[in-house]
Nanobody, 119 residues
Framework: QVQVVESGGGLVQFGGSLRLSCAAS????????MRWVRQAAGKQREPVAEITSSGTTTYADSVKGRFTISRDNAKNAVYLQMNSLKPEDTAVYYC?????????????WGQGTQVTVSS
């Protein structure tokens, strides 16, 4: 059984910062890519940032230069540092990870954490 849990969301003012954390636990052999995805109310889910097991990162154009994704492989964790936040960043942020266990290889999702940016 694998669990993925996010934390760190909340309410922040325009221009502020938040750091999201996500940790995977369970019978994990390895984790390859880890991602942050967000979904604003009434909109489709969209990718925010991705990081490979070797540390290569990619970002959505809308967050480049403001958000930084990082990971700690020893802790099976991924982080999203969000700076210069804007109201349009308001969304539920989800973490997902491609995880290999003894039984399967699958993409696991967290439950999401709400980020609200006030203007």
């Amino acid at each position: 059984q694998v669990q993925v849990v996010e934390s760190g969301g909340g309410l922040v003012q325009f221009g502020g910062s938040l750091r999201l954390s996500c940790a995977a636990s369970g019978s994990i052999i390895s984790i390859s890519d880890m991602r942050w995805v967000r979904q604003a109310a009434g909109k489709q889910r969209e990718p925010v940032a991705e990081i490979t097991s070797s540390g290569t990162t990619t970002y959505a154009d809308s967050v480049k230069g403001r958000f930084t994704i990082s990971r700690d492989n020893a802790k099976n964790a991924v982080y999203l540092q969000m700076n210069s936040l804007k109201p349009e960043d308001t969304a539920v942020y989800y973490c997902n990870a491609d995880i290999i266990t003894l039984q399967t290889a699958a993409r696991y999702w967290g439950q999401g954490t709400q980020v609200t940016v006030s203007s």
